[in-house]
């Protein structure tokens, strides 16, 4: 069985009102993706900024013999990608045409129901949380969402195909607020003359489909 993708992630995020509406603020947190049919095993720091519309990994990881190392920063608002190289000091710069999407609830997202993972018997051996779904208009894929019911905290996004079939998994956890470091957002100076070339495919759903 081909599986296991996993990825502890550092990120920065808002998620004020679980009704409809993302708000930007600033959080760190992490969380596990899986992939179906990958054999591939990761490492993140992630850091997301939803004031700036700003994401920044580093991800180290193996998939099969293959090791490698990533470090990515996506600037939504200049429409630039960076693909950063501190060992020879090369970046690579890519035009970034998705728009930003917040971690939250879409204003279109239909509720489906509220539960109680755990248990409910007894008080703290249970969280509460809203279920929801929907459709994504650009690829019309679906999804599945699970937000703890105080705070919209996310757990849960589950990425279908137009089939049916899942395509992503991605549990949260740890969520603690506040970005380490600013400057994190901000490109090293070689980067500053290189040319800026052509976007890379079609647009993806989500910012986690970027990485």
Same mark, same amino acid.
């Given at each position: 069985?081909?599986?296991?993708?996993?990825?502890?992630?550092?990120? &920065?995020?808002?998620? =004020?009102?679980?009704? /409809?509406?993302?708000?930007?603020?600033?959080?760190?947190?992490?969380?596990?993706?899986?992939? *179906?049919?990958?054999?591939?095993?990761?490492?993140?720091?992630?850091?997301?900024?939803?004031?700036? +519309?700003?994401?920044?990994?580093?991800?180290?990881?193996?998939?099969?013999? /293959?090791?490698?190392?990533?470090?990515?920063?996506?600037?939504?608002? #200049?429409?630039? &990608?960076? #693909?950063? $190289?501190?060992?020879?000091?090369?970046?690579?710069?890519?035009?970034?045409? #998705?728009?930003?999407? $917040?971690?939250? !609830? *879409?204003?279109?997202?239909?509720?489906?129901? /509220?539960? !109680?993972?755990? =248990?409910? =018997?007894?008080p703290g051996q249970g969280l509460l949380v809203n279920n929801w779904n929907g459709t994504?208009?650009?690829? +019309? %894929?679906?999804?599945?969402?699970?937000?703890?019911?105080?705070?919209?905290?996310?757990?849960?996004?589950?990425?279908?195909? +137009?089939?049916?079939?899942? =395509?992503?998994?991605? &549990?949260?956890?740890?969520?603690? #607020?506040?970005? %380490?470091?600013?400057? !994190?957002?901000? *490109? *090293?100076?070689?980067?500053?003359?290189?040319?800026?070339?052509?976007?890379?495919?079609?647009?993806?759903?989500?910012?986690?489909?970027?990485?």
């Amino acid at each position: 069985m081909k599986i296991l993708f996993l990825v502890p992630v550092c990120l &920065s995020l808002i998620l =004020s009102s679980c009704a /409809q509406k993302p708000e930007p603020c600033s959080k760190t947190c992490c969380l596990l993706p899986f992939i *179906p049919g990958h054999h591939l095993r990761v490492f993140e720091k992630f850091s997301y900024d939803a004031f700036g +519309q700003n994401v920044r990994v580093l991800a180290a990881g193996k998939e099969g013999n /293959q090791t490698f190392f990533v470090d990515r920063l996506l600037l939504f608002r #200049e429409g630039v &990608s960076y #693909e950063i $190289h501190y060992h020879n000091q090369t970046c690579i710069k890519t035009a970034l045409k #998705e728009p930003f999407r $917040h971690i939250g !609830v *879409p204003h279109d997202a239909h509720f489906l129901n /509220q539960m !109680v993972l755990g =248990s409910s =018997s007894l008080p703290g051996q249970g969280l509460l949380v809203n279920n929801w779904n929907g459709t994504v208009e650009e690829t +019309q %894929e679906h999804y599945l969402l699970t937000f703890t019911a105080l705070g919209c905290v996310p757990l849960y996004i589950l990425d279908f195909t +137009q089939k049916g079939e899942l =395509s992503v998994m991605t &549990s949260f956890f740890d969520l603690v #607020e506040g970005i %380490e470091d600013p400057n !994190v957002f901000i *490109p *090293p100076s070689f980067c500053d003359s290189v040319e800026v070339l052509p976007a890379k495919g079609v647009g993806a759903r989500s910012f986690i489909s970027l990485l």
